[in-house]
């Protein structure tokens, strides 16, 4: 700052220098004047000339003040021309400090090349790392070169004036790491480019994680497609050995309808009990075959969506229930309407199981209740629920209703596959959705699940 206003200072006094020798002409002159005036009355008989010395008086006189005008509007001009030349310095000195700062706590080496690609600039952390190289080339400096690198990040900044990066790969006793260069170009206030910024940032760890993220993902992939073959070909088996099981059980029960003839005409006690034995067993299997089927192909099945009314569906289903059982009392509560997005033969299965189970465990209940309803969700889909008052379960056990054959109650009591609930299970994950389950003992159950809503 003191050594930029030298030069100020020096032009200040030559100008107050020349104030005063002009001052001093004047005075000399007014000196001169006024004794060439006192010698010319003296040798003339024309006569006093006062009128042509105060002319000249007031000549001078008018010079001086104007003189002395120009100089104070000149000193006040300079004045304020320093005064802003020294404000405009203590910025450009606390902007330079502050770029510096930041420099200094990027992290990073960070340095400036002007367009000779000559180090201009490098902040401590690149003086430590690679050494303090200013007013070389870079190319020299840092890379032993006698050219610009190729695929330099800027010198393609310097081309275009766009932002560039580039990956370089490098070995430290025989261990890769990688450095990230990232290049700017720097412009002056007419918007040429005079310069360019390089930081360049060690990214070996992250390299490392996004290469073990992408050796991980072929290897889920590859899990998932071994799972995806694997289920596939279960499924197919499933499918293929229930539906081989119905051609033998198909012979059976006329075998044994045969043969229960043939018994009630001895009036054979034994007889008729072991086969009404054999039936019961292969009506059991029948529907167990029956429900792997079912199992099977929500598992199989192509989808095809579009807008359901399963407002419209629970009301069928409730109907067909009450033709099996018309003596029974059971209050069915649900909305007009409820929409939602899915397979409508699939969403049927789902509803055929939730409320035929809710229609089965409330059998022993004097008036029983059924709800079927839904909740709307911000998220875009909606949670429908089937709620009873029946026999409900312990919570305790709730992981089990949704595996394949297991039950949770007795099935003399309350008869059924075991296969339902994993079979809605199924089908409501297929279509992007969770169900889960909550009961007391006595006191009911509530299913929910969620789905896709409607337009």
Not at 201 to 229: G, M, S, Y
Not at 369 to 392: L, M, P, S, T, Y
């Amino acid at each position: 700052m003191s050594k930029g206003a030298v030069p100020s200072k020096n032009r200040t006094e030559s100008l107050v220098f020349v104030g005063l020798i002009v001052l001093s002409v004047f005075w000399l002159v007014d000196t001169v004047n006024d004794t060439i005036i006192k010698q010319w009355n003296c040798n003339c008989d024309i006569g006093p000339l006062e009128h042509l010395e105060i002319g000249i008086h007031l000549l001078l006189s008018g010079l001086q003040v104007a003189l002395i005008v120009t100089m104070s509007r000149l000193f006040r001009e300079r004045r304020n021309l320093e005064e802003n030349l020294t404000a405009a310095m203590a910025n450009a000195v606390e902007e330079k400090s502050k770029s510096e700062a930041i420099l200094a706590a990027i992290g990073d080496p960070v340095t400036i090349h002007d367009r000779d690609f000559r180090i201009i600039y490098q902040n401590q952390v690149l003086k430590e790392f690679m050494g303090d190289h200013g007013g070389e080339l870079c190319y020299r400096a840092y890379e032993k070169k006698n050219a610009v690198c190729d695929g330099c990040p800027v010198a393609s900044a310097f081309a275009d004036g766009m932002v560039h990066k580039s990956l370089k790969k490098s070995y430290i006793q025989g261990v890769p790491f990688y450095l990230e260069s990232t290049a700017s170009p720097v412009r002056d206030a007419d918007g040429a480019i005079v310069s360019g910024i390089e930081v360049v940032r060690d990214v070996t760890e992250r390299i490392r994680t996004e290469q073990e993220i992408r050796k991980l993902n072929v290897e889920l992939q590859a899990r998932a497609d071994e799972l995806t073959a694997r289920n596939r070909d279960l499924e197919a088996f499933s499918y293929s050995l229930s539906h081989d099981l119905n051609t033998p059980l198909t012979k059976i029960s006329c075998a044994v309808q045969t043969l229960e003839e043939i018994c009630a005409e001895g009036h054979d006690d034994t007889c008729r009990y072991l086969v009404r034995t054999i039936c019961e067993g292969s009506e059991r299997m029948e529907e167990l075959i029956d429900a792997m089927l079912v199992l099977a192909q929500v598992s199989r099945r192509e989808l095809f969506f579009q807008e359901v009314d399963l407002a419209r569906l629970a009301g069928e289903v409730i109907a067909e229930l009450r033709q099996t059982e018309p003596e029974r009392r059971v209050e069915f509560v649900a909305p007009q309407a409820m929409v939602a997005v899915g397979d409508p033969v699939l969403l049927r299965v789902v509803l055929d199981n939730l409320l035929g189970n809710a229609w089965k465990y409330t059998g022993r209940v004097p008036v029983a209740r059924i709800e079927f309803g839904f909740v709307d969700r911000e998220e875009g889909g909606c949670v429908f629920f089937v709620k009873d008052n029946g026999a409900g379960f312990d919570m305790r056990h709730a992981e089990q209703l949704f595996k394949p054959f297991q039950r949770l109650h007795d099935k003399e009591a309350f008869p059924g596959t075991g296969v339902g609930l994993a079979t809605v299970q199924r089908v409501v994950e297929r279509h992007g959705g969770t169900v889960t389950a909550h009961g007391e003992p006595e006191r009911g159950a509530t299913f929910t699940f969620t789905l896709p809503r409607g337009r």
